[in-house]
């Protein structure tokens, strides 16, 4: 019984790790400029909100 517990179990974590590849195979992927630039914009705003209190 545990052995085809182990077996649907690890043929789900498959299964899933499949489906998921599908459903983001066509996203797009930002450039890393604009992640940097994105990420300094949010660490500005971070650091604005701790300067204020």
Same mark, same amino acid.
């Given at each position: $019984?545990?052995?085809? %517990?182990? %077996? &649907?179990?690890?043929?789900a974590v498959v299964?899933?790790?499949? $489906? &998921? &590849?599908?459903?983001t195979a066509h $996203?797009? $992927? ?11 914009? @949010?660490?500005d705003s971070w650091?604005?909100?701790?300067? @204020?209190?």
């Amino acid at each position: $019984m545990g052995f085809w %517990l182990i %077996l &649907l179990v690890v043929f789900a974590v498959v299964i899933g790790n499949i $489906m &998921l &590849l599908k459903h983001t195979a066509h $996203m797009k $992927m930002p450039s890393r400029k604009q992640r940097h630039s994105e990420d300094d914009k @949010a660490n500005d705003s971070w650091d604005d909100e701790d300067d @204020a209190t």
